[in-house]
């Protein structure tokens, strides 16, 4: 994980908002920092989104009436 804070750090010159994915584990936070610095793109809301999906209990919107 080192590694990739690093990297997000050496790229954006700004720490990654861990704060913002403090309801995620290890390895979704590292996915998302991951996909940012290969895609060379700072870290939105829209980013959990498009990594991890909505996934998470009570965001799927699979089965649910609208």
């Known amino acids: 994980m080192y590694k ?3 990297e997000y750090l050496n790229l954006f010159k700004q720490d990654f908002p861990f704060s913002a994915v403090a309801d995620l584990n290890e390895y979704e936070i590292i996915r998302i920092i991951q996909d940012c610095v290969k895609n060379n793109r700072i870290y ?3 980013t959990k989104v498009a990594v991890i999906g909505t996934g998470k209990i009570g965001q ?3 089965g649910k009436e609208e």
């Open 4 to 6: 990739w804070i690093m």
């Open 44 to 46: 939105t809301a829209e």
């Open 60 to 62: 799927c919107i699979i």
